[in-house]
T-cell receptor
Framework: RKEVEQDPGPFNVPEGATVAFNCTYSNSASQSFFWYRQDCRKEPKLLMSVYSSGNEDGRFTAQLNRASQYISLLIRDSKLSDSATYLCVVNSQAGTALIFGKGTTLSVSS | DVKVTQSSRYLVKRTGEKVFLECVQDMDHENMFWYRQDPGLGLRLIYFSYDVKMKEKGDIPEGYSVSREKKERFSLILESASTNQTSMYLC???????????FGPGTRLTVL
């Protein structure tokens, strides 16, 4: 089983739509969880951390379910500028190297 | 602002050449990483370093070596480049006790 699994998509949605991405991780000892965003031909950048209680940042909501080893990202009121690849990321057992999922591609159209 | 720089954005080399990819960070981060990113395979960790002169193998170290003589600089070395090492190479750094990694802009390496 791969360490971090995501649906690669692509997700094609109209502006204003709500879209959800899911991710599962295999290492139950993982402690830290993130969503990174990567624009085409650019480096990944941190979008938001994911906390056990769930957290929100504007139109973005992240949830963590430790029992199911499942992470989600919800984007409300999608904008054209949200088009990117979203990477699910967890820390490794050693706590030093982050493990990246392959990413889910989102395309928002007008 | 954290800045991670990589020596080249684009690089073309021939099979068998020795290739050096340089990465420099200006925020005194202890940890530095080298990844390669390929379509359908995502980001894969090659090597990382948590201190000067220290290195750890990642998931795919074969065909690569690294050097960290100074805290701010982490070099990736391809001893004898092969066509299957054509890829996007991304360097990242991270301070201790913080999990966010900061990436450089990447080097797109083509080996002919």
């Amino acid at each position: 089983r791969k360490e971090v699994e995501q649906d690669p998509g692509p997700f094609n949605v109209p502006e204003g739509a709500t879209v959800a991405f899911n991710c599962t991780y295999s290492n139950s000892a993982s402690q830290s969880f993130f969503w990174y965003r990567q624009d085409c031909r650019k480096e990944p950048k941190l979008l938001m951390s994911v906390y056990s209680s769930g957290n929100e940042d504007g139109r973005f909501t992240a949830q963590l379910n430790r029992a199911s080893q499942y992470i989600s990202l919800l984007i409300r009121d999608s904008k054209l500028s949200d088009s990117a690849t979203y990477l699910c990321v967890v820390n490794s057992q050693a706590g030093t190297a982050l493990i990246f999922g392959k990413g889910t591609t989102l395309s928002v159209s007008s | 602002d954290v800045k991670v720089t990589q020596s080249s954005r684009y690089l073309v080399k021939r099979t068998g050449e020795k290739v050096f990819l340089e990465c420099v960070q200006d925020m005194d981060h202890e940890n530095m990483f080298w990844y390669r990113q390929d379509p359908g395979l995502g980001l894969r960790l090659i090597y990382f370093s948590y201190d000067v002169k220290m290195k750890e193998k990642g998931d795919i170290p074969e065909g690569y070596s690294v050097s960290r003589e100074k805290k701010e600089r982490f070099s990736l070395i391809l001893e004898s480049a092969s066509t299957n090492q054509t890829s996007m190479y991304l360097c990242a750094s991270r301070p201790d006790r913080v999990n966010e990694q900061f990436f450089g802009p990447g080097t797109r390496l083509t080996v002919l």
